[in-house]
């Protein structure tokens, strides 16, 4: 499930070259969710290990996250009576 979220989010990112000659990575509608290298490969590794951390934190905090649900088992929910 996370592994899913991760690679569509991943494949929604968006890179640039600055004039500086860094890559710059963002994933759109995931604020905070950006990177910068001096080489693209390395950008795209480093936005992967920002978004799996801003997700884990998200999740963490029950925070909401763009595409994602978390689906609980109501039934555990309940104290047995037994």
């Known amino acids: 499930m996370l592994s899913d979220y991760i690679l569509k989010k991943l494949k929604e990112a968006r890179y640039k070259l600055l004039k500086n000659g ?3 990575g963002e994933i759109p509608g ?6 910068s290298a001096k080489n693209l490969e390395d950008c795209r590794k480093e936005l992967r290990e920002v978004l ?31």
């Not at 995931?30 to 990177?35: E, R, S």
């Open 22 to 24: 860094v890559y710059f």
């Open 52 to 82: 799996e951390d801003w997700l884990i934190l998200k999740v963490r905090d029950h925070e909401r996250v763009p595409g994602f649900s978390v689906k609980v088992d109501r039934r555990e929910l309940v104290k047995s009576s037994r």
């Open 30 to 35: 995931l604020k905070g969710v950006w990177a």
